[in-house]
């Protein structure tokens, strides 16, 4: 310890002045009691002035005594040296603990020190010099003057009667200080009581202040330990109940709210939400969190309760889901609810054996039309009247949702008689949008195109259904049909689509697709007058893929245009082929939607029948109505480049879709191909035999030449031969046959053997 023992000197003493009424009347009844107990009196203080001198004698010598008990007492000493680390003289201090002894004895002012000692008595106590230390000096003291006094009174009397009145003054003195130290250590623990009560109760008045109901519950007991303000407010009669608010929660919850407590007792802090009808008598949805607390061996000991009112949480976190699961214009669910909306479905169906739903996709034919022509703010109104028109069609339970633009999807789940139920709820919406919408004085024209899968047959899975529906819906759109239902054979299933979607790009660059030409063929001399190219792919795993399946796939990746360039350069080569073997056939190939909408079509027709060293009139391009109704102006002005590089124009399918014969009257077009559906069963089918003598006739006097697609049988030939139709394509005249083959067909100079 680096502290020197302090120096030797005079006492100051200190007069610290104890304040206050209050203090002075407990320091004159502490005088009265201490002078009636210790009986000091005038004549005391005449006998110790008498001798006063002697007594100073006695003294001397003590300071070094004194101090051998100070700093020979490790205890005492470290509470010493630790006044000097802060900053106090130990020196004066250490003297002034002596001059304390040392002045009990002196005669002067015995009354007057009562306050002085009390002081004292507050100091010690704050400096943490313990009582015992003080009673150790005391009796240091009285050991030390017991035996120098003998040498210096030798009158053993006299010297008695010394002793006794300086044992009475010691005592006295010591015992004032002592009151001193408690009286401060106990206005030291009133002032701790009372701040800690003081932050108890700011305490409370925070906790009565928030919004939430806290308690904490003793585990072992099961008896509330400590409850907040508002809580003791509303449960003042059931606070015997471990979970006051039980009684007042919604039944629904009540289970919840009960196995979570278990959780919390047996240690697992938890929260659940719950309703409950608390203080203002409405319910409400209250959050719980339990928190459990452990003793000392790791049991849960406490279970702190915090219930905190959570109404706006719920209504935020609601809107929130609305808004991720509404789209935002229409105010119809979106993709993400739908799909919700589908699975569930799905769920509740694989449950009951037998349950099928429907799947639509529904697409606005026209919507890109006046969102580009009028803007988007029309479109979105649009948009709105649509999914208005739309909502009063489709029931509650069913389900309509934006899917995304301008397409829309509707589940069904009739009960019974799944597809006339179906068949009404189409023919409702098509019907509907037989009137159109009206936008400043604007009457907008709007159609729809619609595709539907049936659950399970079309598929078990959600995205396979919407997928399947897509298909059939994009297979009705290209061929300007309304409706149409999923058909495995005509349409891509998703898990197809998803095969092919890698492998159509490497079919290319691995001559995997091939062309078969199908005859056309004069029915009058039965003569071939042209040839139809239809696509092949030559899969390495799945043999033949026939073009139904890859057409789709391919528009739908985008990769249509590669193929289309493809079948143009190979026909019109084999063309070429042919020529160069005597025979002048012209070769008819298809142009799908998408690849006729292409602006380089014309470029790349022209840059085909110079590569290929052939005219124009080589070659005649067939597209469906629908293809042709799209985008009717562009359409024209193609339709006549095409006309002026000699290239002939076939309608094909004719009478699938819908056109326009005024638009047809007017476009430079050369073949009318009717749809094969109308000539298989012609030779049976009055119905059909109708139809087709009308659209001869009416290509006729429009100035078309006709085809007739699919003749299968002799009578449909001999049928057809009598209508007065032109060509004639099928298998009874022959299948489509690979380029080489075809040559051997025509051996006989361009005529078949029919
Ligand atoms: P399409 O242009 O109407 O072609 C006629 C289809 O009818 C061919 O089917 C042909 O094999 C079939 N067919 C011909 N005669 C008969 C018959 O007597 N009875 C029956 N039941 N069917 C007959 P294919 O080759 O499967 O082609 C189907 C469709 O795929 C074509 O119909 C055409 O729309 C499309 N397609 C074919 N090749 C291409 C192509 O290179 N590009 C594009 N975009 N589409 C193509
Ligand atoms: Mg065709
Ligand atoms: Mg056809």
Not at 190 to 205: D, P, W
Not at 430 to 444: E, I, M, V
């Amino acid at each position: 310890m680096a502290v020197k023992r302090p120096e030797l000197g005079e006492y100051s003493g200190t007069r610290a002045a104890v304040n206050g009424r209050h203090v002075r009347a407990v320091s004159e009844q502490l005088a009265r009691d201490y002078n009636y107990l210790f009986r000091l009196a005038e004549d005391d203080t005449r006998l110790l002035q008498k001798h006063h001198a002697l007594l100073v004698t006695a003294t001397a010598g003590f300071a070094e005594k004194f101090y051998d008990y100070l700093f020979d007492n490790p205890d005492i000493a470290d509470v010493l040296y630790a006044y000097e680390r802060a900053g106090g003289d130990v020196g004066m201090y250490a003297r002034s603990e002596l001059q304390h002894l040392v002045n009990a004895i002196c005669p002067t002012g015995l009354r007057e020190r009562v306050a002085q000692l009390l002081e004292a008595g507050r100091q010690h106590q704050e400096r943490c010099i313990r009582p015992a230390w003080l009673i150790g000096a005391y009796e240091l003291f009285i050991d030390y003057l017991h035996h120098r006094l003998p040498a210096l009174i030798p009158l053993h009397a006299e010297r008695m009667a010394l002793e006794s009145l300086l044992v009475r003054i010691l005592l006295h003195d010591l015992g004032l200080t002592l009151e001193g130290y408690w009286s401060n250590a106990s206005d030291e623990l009133r002032r701790e009581l009372a701040h800690e009560s003081g932050c108890h109760a700011r305490t409370e008045e925070l906790l009565a202040g928030i919004p939430y109901y806290l308690w904490s519950v003793d585990v072992g007991t099961n008896t509330i330990r400590y409850a907040s303000f508002p809580l003791r407010m509303l449960y003042a009669q059931d606070m015997d109940c471990p979970f006051p608010c039980l009684s007042d929660t919604h039944a629904e919850d009540g289970a919840r709210l009960l196995s979570a407590w278990q959780d919390a007792v047996n240690g697992m802090a938890c929260q659940i939400e719950a309703r409950m009808t608390l203080a203002d008598a409405a319910e409400h949805w209250y959050r719980v969190a339990l928190y459990p607390d452990n003793d000392s061996l790791g049991r849960p000991a406490v279970v702190h309760c915090v219930l905190e009112e959570f109404d706006r949480q719920i209504a935020e976190r609601r809107h929130l889901q609305q808004l991720a699961t509404t789209d935002a214009l229409t105010g119809l669910p979106n993709r993400a609810l739908w799909n919700d909306h589908l699975n569930l479905a799905l769920a509740a169906s694989r449950r009951v054996p037998g349950s099928q739903f429907v799947v639509i996709s529904l697409d606005i034919n026209q919507f890109k039309m006046y969102n580009d022509t009028l803007g988007r703010d029309v479109g979105d109104i649009l948009l709105k009247d649509i999914s208005e028109r739309l909502s009063s069609i489709v029931r509650e339970s069913d389900s309509l949702s934006r899917l995304g633009g301008d397409q829309f999807g509707i589940m069904l789940q009739p009960v019974h008689h799944i597809n006339e139920a179906t068949e009404r709820v189409i023919a409702k919406i098509l019907d509907c949008f037989d009137l159109p919408f009206t936008y400043r004085d604007k009457q907008l024209w709007v159609s729809l195109t619609l595709g539907i899968a049936c659950f399970p047959g079309d598929g078990d899975s959600e995205e396979t259904l919407l997928h399947n529906a897509e298909s059939a819906m994009q297979r009705a759109k290209r061929n300007g049909l309304p409706y149409q239902y999923f058909d495995p054979a005509n349409d891509v299933s998703a898990v197809q689509q998803l095969r092919y979607s890698g492998q159509i790009k490497s079919a290319i660059d691995n001559n995997e697709f091939t062309l078969h030409y199908q005859p056309l063929v004069e029915l009058q001399t039965a003569s071939v007058v042209g040839a139809e190219a239809l696509l092949r792919w030559e899969h390495p795993l799945e043999g033949m893929v026939m073009p139904q399946r890859i057409i789709p796939v391919a528009e739908q990746l985008g990769m249509i245009t590669s193929i289309t360039d493809w079948v143009l350069v190979t026909a019109l080569r084999q063309c070429r082929s042919w020529q160069q073997e005597g025979l002048a056939i012209p070769v008819s190939i298809n142009v799908s939607a998408r690849s006729f909408q292409n602006p380089r079509l014309l470029d790349k027709i022209t840059w085909a029948l110079r590569e290929a060293g052939v005219e124009g009139d080589c070659l005649e391009i067939e597209i469906t109505e629908a293809t042709l109704m799209q985008d009717i102006e562009r359409a024209t002005e193609v339709l006549e480049r095409l006309n002026d590089a000699g290239v002939t124009i076939a309608i094909d399918d004719f009478g699938t879709g819908y056109s326009s014969l005024s638009y047809l009257k007017a476009l430079p077009i050369d073949t009318l191909k009717i749809d094969q559906s109308f000539i298989q069963d012609i030779a049976f089918d009055r119905q059909d035999i109708a139809i087709v003598r009308t659209i001869i006739d009416l290509g006729h006097n429009l100035g078309f030449k006709v085809v007739a697609e699919g003749v299968e049988n002799v009578r449909a030939w001999n049928l057809l031969t009598s209508l007065g139709c032109d060509v004639a394509q099928g298998f009874h005249i022959s299948q489509p046959v690979a380029g080489t083959r075809f040559s051997a067909l025509l051996a006989h100079g361009g005529r078949l053997p029919l």
